[in-house]
């Protein structure tokens, strides 16, 4: 019997093992030290420390992908005449695990890359990783830009298509 697992999965799945293969340190750390690393002092240092060590230049490349993965996705949301993506976010009047289910396929491989590269990152400035922090900076640095390029793409396509219909033919 073949199995065949797709680019996405096997990354994902790899994303998953190293992040597991990870914890045993981390919480003997946190058991040995009583601190928990996230939202510490050392935490914001460390942040610090990233953005002059090594993959630095990932703090500039994820987050533009990600801007040119969001205008993508909003500007096929204005084509089928769906809800700018924040504004449906924050709305009651839109299934939010659809719109949610829909920006994380677009953006899955983006972030289980920057979740490695941020894993790798670590090891390679402070000799130790923390996973947590993997986990929250690694989709920090592709949600935020996603989000706001997918709204802005929305509301720049839905005017430039609502200005052409309305201006006089030439």
Do not use: W
């Amino acid at each position: 019997m073949k199995i065949s697992l797709s680019r996405s999965t096997l990354l994902t799945s790899l994303t998953v093992a190293i992040l597991i293969a990870a914890l045993p340190a981390a919480i003997r750390r946190l058991f040995e030290t009583g601190n928990p690393y996230l939202f510490t002092r050392q935490f914001f240092e460390d942040m610090v420390s990233r953005l002059s060590g090594a993959g630095r230049f990932r703090f500039i490349l994820q987050p533009a992908v990600a801007l040119v993965i969001g205008a993508r996705d909003g500007i096929k949301d204005a084509q089928e005449r769906r809800t700018p993506f924040l504004l449906a976010l924050i709305s009651a009047t839109d299934p939010k695990h659809n719109l949610l289910k829909t920006a994380l396929s677009s953006v899955r491989d983006l972030i289980c890359i920057a979740i490695i590269l941020d894993l790798v990152s670590q090891l390679l400035i402070f000799r130790r990783v923390h996973p947590a922090a993997a986990l929250l900076l690694g989709p920090v640095l592709i949600a935020v830009p996603y989000a706001i390029s997918r709204a802005l793409a929305n509301r720049i396509s839905l005017r430039r298509n609502h200005q052409s219909r309305v201006a006089p033919p030439s």
